[in-house]
């Protein structure tokens, strides 16, 4: 059984600052993709970069963001379980209940936008109590058996293949609602379909499991203590780095034909680390590099605020209720909108701080898990 070191856990900038680069990723993509509204009509303003950005982005943010959001959920969980361990108390039934919140967040945030992932998030979460308990070794070899993408190889050894009949239908459904319903309309649908659509997606995707082993990953880098600047940390981030960029490179010429819906997913988690690893790299050894993502750390502190605000603005441009952008815009076009949120949340980031220590959703969230 797992027990504290007794350690001081002090705040980690680094993670805010990847909190920050996660979440403003997130709006850029989702703005790739009209806040998931992938219409048949032909787009009044396309730009012939709009396949280059596409891809680009694709590659370098769609299901990494994601991705390093899960991670240092991990983190986060893992440094408010250790500090209530070197207290003396046992968080498993409090974070079951901060978990509980997140999953009402999240009812709020999918009746604006139904690719919401604070429900999953908040299922996910509760697997980490059970997990917390085990010793070191026992995790690794969890983490180790989620990232070899256990249902994908299963369906590729034995041939049996999931039926996404369902995904397809209920896309189809919330996707119209987007184009042409009224506000309540696509609230009703997205209440109703997103969380579901969403599992399915996860399904789809290969993100089920993946994502629950970045959760694991984040705890169990916790407790290495690896996102601080102590003993060799920085030159284990290195290796990290040097290592995933080679398999990356690598990869990146390997046809993958039939194996791809198993192997494109760790290729994507191998990005993830090669992108982790070097902002963790370049913050530590550079302090150029810290003084430019210190703005991204105040985006970071407030990353629930921004994802729930994103869905509200992003839905109300693109969506057939509000501008009903996803018909005029290109994806470029759509990317240089998602760079305008970005940069008006960390305005209202910037002025919110200046007179408060938490966000409001932050500071509200954490009021109701004490209460």
Known sequence: ?????????????????????????????????????????????????????????????????????????????????????????????????????????????????????????????????????????????????????????????????????????????????????????????????????????????GRLTQLLCLFILGMQLGRQRLFYNEGRNLQIWHQILVRSAIVVIVLSFVDFGSLESWLKPIYNFIILLMIVSAIVSAWYAFEGVRRVLHHLCIFGRMSLTNYLLQSVIGCAIFCGYGLACYNYLGITYAVMVGCGMVICQYLFARYWFSSHPRGPLEGLWRKLTWI
């Not at 396309?46 to 990494?64: H, Y």
């Not at 079951?96 to 967040?105: D, G, S």
């Not at 969380?195 to 399904?203: S, T, Y």
């Open 1 to 205: 059984m797992y027990k504290t070191r007794n350690l001081p856990n002090t705040r980690i900038d680094v993670a805010d600052a990847l909190r920050g680069i996660a979440v403003a990723g997130i709006i850029l993509y989702h703005s790739v993709e009209h806040f998931n509204i992938f219409t048949q009509e032909p787009i009044v303003h396309p730009l012939a970069s709009d396949q280059t950005v596409a891809d680009v982005l694709a590659w370098l943010l769609s299901g990494k963001m994601y991705g390093i959001f899960a991670m240092l959920f991990g983190l986060s969980f893992f440094i408010m379980n250790d500090n209530q361990q070197q207290k003396g108390k046992n968080f498993s039934l409090r974070f079951a209940w901060r978990m509980c919140l997140l999953f009402m967040f999240g009812i709020i945030n999918v009746a604006f936008y139904d690719g919401d992932i604070l429900m999953l998030y908040a299922c996910y979460g509760l697997l980490l109590i059970p997990i917390s308990y085990l010793p070191s070794k026992w995790v690794w070899c969890i983490i180790a058996l989620l990232a070899i993408q256990p249902v994908e190889l299963y369906c590729l050894l034995t041939g049996y293949e999931i039926d996404h009949t369902r995904f397809y239908e209920i896309s189809g459904i919330i996707n119209s609602a987007h184009e042409h319903g009224t506000f309540w309309e696509n609230t009703l649908t997205n209440l109703r379909y997103g969380f579901e659509v969403n599992l399915r997606f996860n399904i789809f995707s």
